[in-house]
């Protein structure tokens, strides 16, 4: 098992441009997540969904749309990149969320992104 | 909105040293996960705490959620060079936050 892949590892985008990064996961988890992360700021959540079809936006979704067509991918869309999207960026799975049950986030490696 | 602050933000150590990070949340949570981060690698999960008061071991790492589930504390017995690393908590209310992170570094 792959566990959690996302494409590409590097990109360099010039302002305005758009790109699309995938996170793809093959352990069946409902939930999936986008975050990204800043030096001194931690990891932010940008979206997340909770199952096929679903999104919801997370602490920081300007700038950003997702889709979840399919339950094993996640897609994180940046329509008109700014300098400010500068960041590496994680794509995180986890089971379906029972009350008190196991919440444990498996991450990809992570997407770092250079808007110049 | 939920307030995270994981205090410290960074720790140098001796090797042998202890070390502490915490959690603080502004409001109660349903549960906490505490996470590793090496350097140039991904968060891992190391533990999840879930009930008022709850200590849990593993190893040298001891986690704490406190009585009124707003605050968590993971504490290194005797850090090894192996600790190196930033520690998050992920906090779970109504929403999903991590905190700062605490990235430790120890000094052989």
């Known amino acids: 098992n792959a566990g959690v892949t996302q494409t590409p590892k590097f990109r360099v985008l010039k302002t305005g441009q758009s790109m699309t990064l995938l996170c793809a996961q093959d352990?069946?988890?409902?939930?999936m997540y986008w975050y990204r992360q800043d030096p001194g700021m931690g990891l932010r959540l940008i979206h997340y969904?909770?199952?096929?079809?679903?999104?919801a936006k997370g602490e920081v979704p300007d700038g950003y749309n997702v889709s979840r067509l399919k339950k094993q991918n996640f897609l994180l869309g940046l329509e008109s990149a700014a300098p400010s999207q500068t960041s590496v960026y994680f794509c995180?799975?986890?089971?379906?969320?029972?009350?008190?049950?196991?919440?444990?986030?498996?991450f990809g490696p992570g997407t770092r992104l250079t808007v110049l | 909105g939920q307030q995270v602050m994981q205090i410290p933000q960074y720790q140098h150590v001796q090797e042998g040293e202890d070390f502490t990070t915490y959690c603080n949340s502004s409001?109660?949570?349903?549960?906490i996960q505490w996470y590793k981060q090496r350097p140039g690698g991904h968060p891992v999960f190391l533990i999840q705490l879930v009930k008022s008061g709850e200590v849990k071991k593993q190893k040298r790492l001891t986690f704490q959620f406190g009585e009124a589930k707003k605050n968590s504390s993971l504490h290194i017995t005797a850090t090894q060079t192996t600790d190196v690393g930033t520690y998050f908590c992920d906090l779970e209310g109504n929403q999903f936050y991590f905190g700062t992170g605490t990235s430790l570094t120890v000094i052989p």
């Open positions: 352990m069946n988890h409902e939930y």
């Open positions: 969904s909770v199952g096929e079809g679903t999104t």
């Open positions: 995180a799975s986890s089971d379906y969320h029972l009350a008190g049950g196991l919440n444990e986030q498996f």
């Open positions: 409001t109660t949570l349903s549960n």
